[in-house]
């Protein structure tokens, strides 16, 4: 790449300049070139998104940063300069100078920079204690003053307190002050967000954008979340198997995207725009290519819709300028392509509408015993008290219908699964499926069609599926158990089938979970979870973990096996915009009850109760085009067990009318005979709040 590649159109010296880096790791099978010519330039104080599927490069870009590529990963290649030195170069002594104090990396998963034997004061201490020469006391007090400043109250108590002892968000915002404890010049943030729920990632990211106005920080934002890159970034890179193939402003690259990988992407979200019957998402075909096995000429050949034999695989093909100084493209036929006019083939659907009813809960609770011993407990003669898990739920699902369970970490969503799979049986209330109430028979206790007629489908496959045994016999072990066929010349055509239906090749039935990928593996859970013909599956963030094109292909999957079986599917998740896609009707849920449900056009339209307002002002949308309401919920979950009196919700409620909403459990306004909103406030008032998303008719449509 030439240096006008990434050019930061300031005029100020950037603060970090990486050029034609290439880095490799060594194995016994040989060199695997990881990255290959990769250039960014980073302004002071700017933001540059680092998007792409998982395997392309993002945080290996982010490793080479901090020089820790292990002891079999090298730069082979090119030059990494931070504000003006050389980190490539550079002896080990001064690199352990700059890190922490000069550049500061925030990870994905917040415990793996926490170390649980120590409290959270002495390791944020240990950051000026270790690059500056401060006393104890003055270590302390800029310690207490940073977490303030990432909003985190009661922060003496917080210094206190082991990493185990508060919420996951909170672990973020410590590691977030961690890093900006010497006041970084550049931060990095590898999938900062990605394990949170979205109104503490809605707090998070305003967080690092106030933060980053108030240092002048500079940040490299990894992450395959394309509205979050929208919200935070000025500029963004897209990476594919190793190099960038396109880059230029957040505008430019959403708005007139000319590489065909990039329209891929997007055509793999679900943006408001996306219906799953008339516009389904359209997943990139086929896999990203292994580094030591990637095509001649384009890498994304092989997967493109415009490839053309002689010309794309001729030569490397190198970045191209645009009209934009800023904006450029690393395909050959970015001018040729009739990008107004372009559309990729979509499977469209006739939607379906349900059948009779399935699954019909009748206030359902769920409560388990806490034994208190304090000697206030023994002195007022209370030593057991309850944690209300879920509190009188009452909701239906039909035939050929998905329902989705919505709400943060903590309101009872994967409670209500538990009962409802018969690891937990429920304390009150009903739970009838096939005409039998379930909700007191435990797993053990279950019949085998019970048992057969009830599959889960889990969101981490590495946790369900045996590394020992081939996938094949995994799902043979479920046909067999469950009585769908005995003969073993049959139980093998059916696994082949089921290989056929979630779109694997027949030989992966030889393969062990080692040997598959995380979307592979998720197809195997989905498989495995069809293979008893049940009438009703159970999805618990099935699609959380998968890069956007894994996604489309894996709703895309449930849409077919639930349209061929009929099955009825029941969608737990906190990802709103994978839910308005997927169901047909939502179920909101806050601290153990429902808040609202109706079907999906009714809970994403006004009237919304107040926690369905904020939970959708949090999703973050790639589209330029949508402006969003903005509302950041304060205070964090209350406890379960000394839930709030009245309504649960009135703690962080914006809307908050007054004491009724303290001290009397709300009423449930029936808005149509499927929608129904748990709120003190009047449904008038409810009907003139104005909608969270609305479309501005004068900005750019993205092509």
């Keep these: 790449m030439n240096d006008a590649s990434a050019s930061t159109g300031t005029g100020t010296r950037p603060i970090l300049d990486i050029r034609d880096l290439c880095i490799s790791y060594f194995t016994r099978a040989g060199e695997i070139p990881a990255v290959v010519d990769f250039s960014l330039k980073l302004a002071p104080g700017e933001s540059v998104g680092l998007v792409g599927e ?29 504000d003006g030195r050389d980190l490539t170069t550079m002896a080990e002594e001064d690199l352990r100078r700059i890190r922490g104090s000069e550049i500061a990396m925030i ?20 950051v000026p ?34 990493p185990h002892q508060i919420s996951g ?6 590691v977030i002050a961690m890093a900006l404890l010497s006041n970084p010049k550049l931060l990095l943030l590898d999938e900062p967000t990605t394990a949170l729920d979205v109104t503490v990632e809605a707090g998070i990211v305003e967080l690092i954008a106030d933060i980053s106005k108030k240092f002048g920080t500079s940040m490299l934002y990894i992450s395959h979340n394309l509205g979050l890159i929208l919200e935070t970034c000025d500029r963004v890179c897209v990476m594919y198997s190793g190099e960038v193939v396109e880059e230029g402003t957040v505008n430019e690259v959403f708005d007139r995207m000319r590489h065909p990988y990039t329209h891929g992407l997007f055509n793999a979200i679900p943006l408001p725009t996306a219906d799953k019957n008339s516009r389904p998402l359209v997943a990139i075909r086929g896999q990203l290519p292994l580094p030591h096995q990637r095509p001649p000429g384009c890498f994304f050949g092989p997967r493109c819709d415009f490839f053309v034999e002689g010309r794309c695989d001729a030569q490397p093909i190198p970045m191209t300028g645009m009209t934009s100084p800023t904006h450029r493209v690393r395909c050959i036929r970015w001018e040729e392509i009739d990008w107004d006019n372009y559309a990729p083939d979509r499977k469209e659907r006739e939607p379906h509408p349900p059948g009779e009813i399935v699954l019909q809960v009748e206030a359902m609770r769920k409560y388990y015993p806490v034994h208190d011993d304090s000697l206030l407990a023994i002195f007022r003669g209370d030593t057991t008290r309850q944690v209300k898990a879920n509190e009188s739920l009452s909701f239906s699902a039909r035939k050929q219908e998905t329902v989705a369970i919505v709400g943060e970490s903590g309101c009872g969503k994967s409670t209500f699964a538990k009962v409802l799979t018969g690891l937990e ?20 206790d279950r019949t085998e069609g019970q048992l057969s007629s009830l599959q889960m489908v889990f969101q981490n496959p590495n946790d369900t599926l045996n590394p020992s045994q081939t996938v094949g016999s995994q799902i043979a072990r479920v046909i067999r158990k469950f009585g769908v066929e005995s003969d073993p010349d049959k139980i093998h055509d059916r696994v082949m ?3 056929d239906l979630v779109k694997l090749p027949r030989d992966f039935a030889l393969r062990r979970p080692r040997q598959l990928s995380g979307g592979q593996k998720q197809r195997i859970g989905i498989a495995r979870a069809f ?71 009714e809970v994403f339209s006004p009237p919304y109760h107040p926690y369905t307002e904020a939970l959708l002002s949090a999703v973050p949308i790639a589209d330029t085009r949508v402006e969003k309401k903005r509302i950041v919920l304060e205070g964090q979950l209350p406890s379960v067990l000394n839930p709030p009196k009245g309504c649960p919700f009135h703690t962080r409620c914006p809307r908050k009318i007054g004491a009724i909403c303290e001290n009397e459990r709300p009423p449930v306004h029936d808005v149509s005979d499927q929608h129904k909103i748990a709120c003190h406030i009047p449904l008038d008032e409810l009907k003139a709040v104005e909608p969270v998303f609305r479309l501005a008719s004068d900005a750019p449509s993205a092509a």
Excluded: W
């Design 129 to 162: 204690l270790f690059h500056e020469n401060v006393s104890e006391a003055e270590a302390e007090k800029r310690a207490i003053a940073m977490l303030e400043d990432v909003n985190l109250p009661d922060a003496e108590r917080v210094m206190e307190a082991y």
């Design 169 to 174: 968000g909170q672990q973020q915002r410590v």
């Design 425 to 444: 049986t429920a304390t009150d209330g009903k739970i009838i499926f096939g005409n039998t109430d379930i909700g007191q028979i435990a797993v053990g």
């Design 107 to 126: 990870y994905q998963e917040p415990m793996a920079a926490l170390n649980p034997s120590m409290r959270i004061g002495r390791q944020l201490m240990e």
């Design 497 to 499: 089938r089921l290989l």
């Design 54 to 82: 998982s395997g392309c490069g993002k945080s290996t870009v982010a490793m080479a940063i901090m020089r820790y590529l292990g002891t079999n990963g090298g730069i082979v290649g090119g030059s990494i300069e931070f």
């Design 531 to 601: 293979a008893g013909n049940p009438s009703m599956v159970i999805a618990d963030e099935p699609v959380s973990a998968l890069d956007v094109s894994v996604q489309a292909a894996v709703t895309d999957l449930l849409m077919d096996i639930q349209e061929e079986f009929g099955t009825t599917l029941l969608f737990i998740s906190h990802d709103l915009s994978v839910v308005r896609y997927l169901a047909d009707r939502i179920v909101v849920m806050y601290l153990g009850q429902i808040m609202e449900r109706g079907s999906t056009d």
